[in-house]
């Protein structure tokens, strides 16, 4: 057989031509719309002895107030076995998107400071942009929890501590995977897609004691006023549109 080669002008033309037909077939990845973005500041405060995980503490409403426009949750030892903190749940349930907490959280042993969020009824997916073990300071962990609860889990050491100033922890949802970042930086991605309807609340929280701090000593209340604080200056959401 004899082929004929062809002219370089020719196979110019082909080659931009599947280029284009490409262009115009394939779909590019999130190439749909995004929102703007939105302060997210309406909760419910949980009040109530939580004992999920062997956790310790009782969440009260005295524990959770606004200055300015920063969220304080306050945690302490009111004596008698009982420790006090504050837990927020969003009213409203949200879809894929970004998920945006600027956060100082608080060190101690046995405290559990989060920013996160769930699906709540049911309470699985989970997606946890950041928890930080009391006791261990320099070290944040992201999660992703399935409905089987699952676990894929990153950490991220900071030899100057974690705990104490500010850090924006933060997810974006897509239909088809979750990533996750700290300060802007991308720490991880876990592929998965959810069932129709599924949603997420924004959540803000310290847990005192349980399976994964352990529990509080006299040094956890070391503090000028004997409490510690969780402060998130900003919450929020930037929807996306697939």
């Avoid at 592929?191 to 997420?200: D, E, F, S």
Wanted: with cysteine; proline share 6%; net charge neutral.
């Amino acid at each position: 057989m004899i082929l004929t080669r062809p002219k370089p002008t020719r196979l110019l033309i082909a080659v931009l031509a599947a280029c284009l037909l490409l262009s115009l077939t394939a779909i590019p990845a999130h190439a749909s719309s995004w929102g703007a973005a939105q302060t997210v500041n309406s909760w419910n405060v949980i009040s109530g002895r939580w004992t999920a995980n062997n956790e310790l503490e009782t969440y009260s409403s005295d524990c959770v107030w606004y200055e300015g426009s920063t969220l304080i949750i306050k945690t302490y030892n009111a004596g008698g076995g009982v420790y006090k903190s504050g837990r927020v749940e969003s009213k409203a349930l949200y879809g894929y998107g970004t998920y945006r907490f600027t956060a100082n959280m608080p060190n101690g042993k046995g405290l559990l400071p989060a920013v996160w969020g769930a699906y709540l009824n049911p309470w699985l997916p989970e997606m946890d942009a950041a928890e930080i073990v009391g006791s261990n300071p320099n070290t944040v962990y992201q999660t992703f929890h399935d409905p089987s609860n699952a676990q894929t889990q990153w950490s991220l050491n900071n030899s100057s501590g974690w705990t104490n100033t500010f850090h924006t922890y933060s997810f974006t949802w897509w239909p088809d995977h979750i990533d996750f970042s700290v300060d802007g930086v991308f720490t991880g991605t876990k592929w998965y897609t959810t069932a129709p309807g599924v949603g997420i609340h924004f959540i803000v929280d310290t847990a005192v004691g349980g399976n994964w701090p352990g529990n509080p000593d006299s040094s956890t209340w070391a503090t000028a006023d004997g409490a510690r604080y969780l402060k998130v200056s900003a919450i929020t959401y930037t929807p996306y549109y697939p």
